[in-house]
Each structure stands twice: as structure tokens, then as C-alpha cells.
């Protein structure tokens, strides 16, 4: 079954497939992130993953990691996303909420694996990144806050606030900086 889920194209982890067979991939850094920390990818494959997703990273997102990173890299098409109908017309979404939105939320595990598979100087970046980003107030705030999801402009596009799972990045931030050392095995093991 995993296979399935894995862009022939990309090498990486796609959102979903369709009952019509159709692979939609939007480049994801959190289910690759989280695919690739629990290993479900072989070392080669998962440094290829990243590497085009990095490379995705530096092309497509000039936004400063401070604030986050982008839900998705890659535009939902109109018929994937449900924000457009929510908003009642075809205002463009990139760039907010779930469609490519700034966030903090499960972003640990991208960086993890960033510096599992070899990445470890962009990780190393990264962590500093976040860390400002977590002394500059970003990723906390009240309820109504929204500060779970930024626009890549740091506007506050979420409408709840601080989330449980947004803080897990401090862990990964940690770890970078050499403030931690994880657990060997680091997360339980994927395959038994």
C-alpha cells in the first residue's frame, strides 16, 4: 500500500490518491516530513525526497522560515481545496491557511528528517530560523489569535491560536542546537 502514496515524478510523499487512481500531490512538507522522520522511506529515497523538496523550498517560498513553514509547496487546484467554496467565489488561496499557509504546526518532524538524511546544515539554519520565530511571539497567541497559520505576508490566518502540536517544533529546535539528545531509536519504529 505505501507505494501508492510515493510520486513517481518526485520521489516524494503525495497527499492522497483519488478513487479514480489519480496521484494529488501538493508537496506537503509535514506528511513527508513525518514519513520520512519514522523512516517509511529508504535513506536513498528519503534524501531524495528532500532534496527536491528543499529545492522546491528555495524556489517556490522566499519567506522567511521565521515565520514558518509553507502547509504545502505546490498550489491546490481549485477542485482540491475547499476554501474556495467556502469563500463562496474563486478568490486565489496560495499563501493562507491550508493552502500553502506558514505554520509551525507538525514542522518537527520535517526537521528532523532534514537532519537525519543528511541536511543537517539547512536543518541547523532552520532550527535558528524557528527559534527567532518562537522568541518573536510568532507561533503562540490567544484564542482567535489565528497565530497557528500565517500568510506568507505574517498575517495571522488561522482562527484558533496557540495549538498543543505546534510547540512539538521546540523539541526538534532543541535537538539542532545541541541543547537535547534524542532517544535511540529517536521515534518508535515503523516497521516491526
Not at 37 to 61: N, Y
Request: aromatic share 14%; proline share 6%.
Amino acid at each position: 500500500i505505501w507505494p501508492t502514496f510515493i510520486n513517481p515524478e518526485t520521489g516524494w510523499v503525495s497527499g492522497w490518491r483519488s478513487l479514480d487512481g489519480k496521484l494529488h500531490d501538493y508537496a506537503y512538507i509535514v506528511i513527508n516530513g513525518m514519513a520520512l522522520a519514522f523512516g517509511l522511506l529508504d535513506d536513498g529515497d528519503a534524501r531524495k525526497a528532500l532534496k527536491g523538496l528543499e529545492e522546491l523550498r528555495a524556489k517556490a517560498c522566499p519567506v522567511s522560515p521565521r515565520l514558518g513553514l509553507p502547509v504545502n509547496l505546490i498550489p491546490h487546484r481549485f477542485e482540491d481545496h475547499y476554501l474556495p467554496a467556502y469563500l463562496k467565489g474563486s478568490q486565489p488561496t496560495y499563501e493562507i491557511f491550508t493552502d500553502g499557509g506558514l505554520s509551525s504546526n507538525l514542522v518537527e518532524y520535517y526537521l528532523r528528517a532534514l537532519s537525519k538524511y543528511g541536511f543537517k546544515d539547512e536543518a541547523l539554519r532552520l532550527a535558528d530560523d524557528f527559534d527567532q520565530g518562537f522568541r518573536d511571539g510568532v507561533f503562540s497567541g490567544g484564542v482567535g489569535s489565528g497565530n497557528e497559520m500565517r500568510s506568507w505576508e505574517g498575517l495571522p490566518t488561522g482562527y484558533e491560536g496557540t495549538l498543543t502540536y505546534n510547540h512539538g517544533l521546540i523539541y526538534a529546535v532543541a535537538v539542532e542546537k545541541g541543547f537535547i539528545k534524542p532517544l535511540e531509536p529517536e521515534w518508535w519504529p515503523a516497521l516491526a
